[in-house]
């Protein structure tokens, strides 16, 4: 797949972009390119301007840059769209001129704007970190963020969801260099094989070897056992994706692993287990719960049925996650392709672009996220989790897709006692 590539000889013109204090700024086009690919490029919101051809409105979703126009966008809401812009490096402008470089060994800097509580406003802030600061910063980073929160405490010992990929290196790294600031604990880690490569189950041995984490490996027959299964997990996941509900695949997939992971910590006798989300998979979350309407707890511990689950990598983003590694171990840092069954839905897409495009514009925005869930939680009352009668995941009461979702309706309302996997499971006679 490539992106339209523009000949070298395709004309550039000059478009005006009006905003509402009557400032004028000149935006380079190619003919022919989409009006939409124009504003997008410059970060102009569609829906924040109208769009002139010839000083007559056009429907800019509909409209190529033609060589014999003359164009205008004009903002039709009064903010400082062109100033934040060149603030936030996103243009160009004499606002943001001069040399932007500031240390010649700079590998990473953070950009926070801080919401001010005393006055309401924002505060930028940025520092500029070399390859052995950046590691410092992200090791303080994660045991500040585990600390802050009391999400470990002295002499327990830690389920540790691992599926052998480069968050579960990054982690026993992190956890291990950390060791000295945290309280004492131990890790026992839960690989589920059933969708990864032998290459990431061997992996995540390795990963447990070298960082002294106990090893327990849950197999297909250990999954096909929890969920009383007629057939393979990979043949209920196939029907899924193929024959039910192409968007249903990752969760579906989702409650197989958390379900071979409980049952394992149950068997174990662990109270609280990790789950390597990073700030952007919980913004994502989050995101999606205010737009579907389902509650969200957390979001960096909650009390989860008889677990309490902790996320760790929480204050750091997969962006400084990878440069972490690179930084540790250079070698190990290549990108594996996501399962087949974690492709394909839509709507991982949008809570994903729309948690990335926020942090664009708003850096920082996960953790306020974070720091105004937790208190918006603190209004609401607790929630209810149930274990599955099959698989014995725990799951939530508190929400029921099948209200939500035609395709998800197995049975009734009164029937509580299934999560939403086994009730498909259930209804199609997978399971016995
Ligand atoms: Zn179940």
Redesign the pocket.
């Known amino acids: 797949m490539s992106i339209t590539q523009f000949r070298n000889d395709s004309k550039l013109i000059n478009i005006v972009f009006k905003d509402r204090l009557d400032r004028k700024f000149t935006i380079e086009s190619r003919i022919n390119e989409p009006i939409t690919t124009l504003l997008n490029r410059n970060h102009i919101p569609i829906d924040s301007v109208i769009v002139r051809k010839n000083n007559v409105i056009i429907d800019d979703w509909q409209e190529r840059i033609e060589h014999d126009g003359e164009y205008t966008i004009e903002m039709v809401r009064a903010y400082h769209l062109p100033d934040f812009l060149s603030l936030l490096r996103l243009w160009d402008t004499k606002a943001a001129q001069g040399k932007i470089k500031i240390r010649e060994d700079s590998f990473y800097t953070k950009r926070m704007f801080l919401h001010n509580d005393d006055d309401g406003d924002y505060t930028a802030t940025q520092t500029s970190f070399n390859k052995e600061e950046f590691v410092q910063y992200m090791e303080k980073t994660f045991s500040d963020g585990i600390n802050l929160h009391n999400l470990i405490e002295p002499g327990e010992t830690i389920g540790l969801a691992m599926s052998g990929g480069r968050d579960s290196l990054s982690l026993g790294y992190f956890l291990s260099n950390t060791k000295k600031d945290l309280p004492d604990f131990n890790i026992s880690s839960i690989h589920v094989g059933t969708f990864s490569k032998p290459a990431e189950t061997k992996f995540a041995n390795e990963i447990a070897n070298q960082f002294g984490f106990d090893f327990k490996l849950v197999n297909d027959d250990d999954v096909k056992k929890i969920?009383n299964l007629k057939v393979s997990p990979h043949e209920v996941l196939e029907f899924i994706k193929y024959d039910l509900n192409k968007s249903y695949s990752i969760g579906a997939t989702h409650?197989i692993m958390r379900?071979a992971v409980e049952s394992e910590a149950k068997k174990q006798g662990l109270k609280k287990i990790t789950y390597g989300l990073m700030t952007e998979d919980i913004m994502a979350s989050i995101i999606k719960s205010m737009f579907v309407g389902m509650p969200f707890s957390g979001p960096i511990k909650k009390s989860f049925g008889r677990f309490d689950l902790i996320y760790p990598l929480w204050s750091i983003s997969k962006k400084e996650l990878t440069l972490y590694l690179e930084a540790m171990v250079p070698q190990h840092n290549k990108q594996g392709s996501p399962s087949i069954f974690e492709r394909g839905a839509f709507s991982r897409d949008i809570y994903y672009l729309v948690a990335d495009t926020i942090e664009t514009i708003l850096p920082g925005a996960g953790m306020q996220l974070f720091l105004a869930q937790k208190m918006t939680n603190e209004f609401l009352k607790p929630y209810q989790y149930s274990e599955?009668?099959?698989?014995?995941?725990t799951?939530s009461l508190s929400y029921r897709p099948e209200k939500h979702n035609i395709v998800l309706d197995a049975h009734d309302d009164s029937d509580q006692e299934?999560?939403d996997?086994?009730k498909i499971?259930e209804k199609h006679n997978y399971i016995s």
Do not use: D, M
Request: aromatic fraction near 14%; include cysteine.
């Open positions: 969920f409650v379900a599955c009668k099959n698989c014995g995941v799951y299934l999560c996997l086994c499971l």
